[in-house]
């Protein structure tokens, strides 16, 4: 059972280069989020997946796209990037639809540094 | 203003101190309330829910003030292992989304 996993685990770009960031989870969960951490700053939504089939904006969607392939698995694009999407990007996934329950788990993250 | 507030640190203390502290949330219909513990370029992991009624997991007491709006979490008998950033974090009603504080950093010296 490994949880959360995320591909790569580190990316340098270039600006206006594109790239995917990838997530997958084997706990059966419905909702799946991304988001980043800046230093100061806390993790802040990007988009969110409350079930297979339906994405959602977070607080910072811009610059990015999200696709849900299937329950496991949710992507995360840049078409193209900035240097202001240099950032820790994690991947989580839950069971609940809100309340006391909803604890998320996470994924080890992708350090991603747009030159 | 932030949906949730944390006093960022550091807070240095000994093994075997106490520390404690707090963080402050906006949206006052909020429900679900949590402690995450970070490690140092690691991911967020959920170190314990807070009940109304207050609650202790071993050295760890979280405390919820719906009057004032605040959330404590106090650690006692500190140990080096601890050490980590804290993150408050709240979910507000009939949403999936959380909201995170940007951490507390605690470092526990030998």
């Known amino acids: 059972n490994a949880g959360v996993t995320q591909t790569p685990k580190f990316q340098v770009l270039k600006t206006g280069q594109s790239m995917t960031l990838q997530c997958a989870q084997d706990?059966?969960?419905?909702?799946m989020y991304w988001y980043r951490q800046d230093p100061g700053m806390g993790l802040r939504l990007i988009y969110y997946?409350?079930?297979?089939?339906?994405?959602d904006k977070g607080e910072v969607p811009n610059g990015y796209n999200v696709s849900r392939l299937n329950k496991r698995e949710f992507s995360l694009r840049l078409e193209s990037a900035a240097p202001s999407q240099t950032s820790v990007y994690f991947c989580?996934?839950?069971?609940?639809?809100?309340?006391?329950?909803?604890?998320?788990?996470f994924g080890p993250g992708t350090r991603l540094t747009v030159l | 203003r932030k949906e949730v507030e944390q006093d960022p640190g550091p807070f240095n203390v000994p093994e075997g101190a106490t520390v404690a502290f707090n963080c402050t949330y906006s949206?006052?219909?909020?429900?679900?309330f949590f402690w995450y513990r970070q490690d140092c370029r690691k991911e967020p992991k959920l170190l314990m829910s807070v009940y109304s009624s207050g609650n202790e997991d071993g050295r760890f007491t979280a405390q919820l003030n719906r009057a004032s709006q605040y959330i404590s979490l106090l650690i006692r008998d500190s140990k080096l292992s601890d050490s980590a950033t804290y993150l408050c974090?709240?979910?507000?009603?009939?949403?999936?989304?959380?909201?995170f504080g940007a951490g507390t950093t605690v470092t526990v010296r030998a």
């Open positions: 949206n006052s219909a909020s429900q679900s």
């Open positions: 989580a996934s839950s069971d609940a639809s809100g309340g006391a329950d909803n604890e998320q788990f």
């Open positions: 974090v709240v979910n507000p009603p009939d949403d999936y989304k959380l909201s």
């Open positions: 706990m059966n969960h419905n909702s």
């Open positions: 997946s409350a079930s297979e089939g339906t994405t």
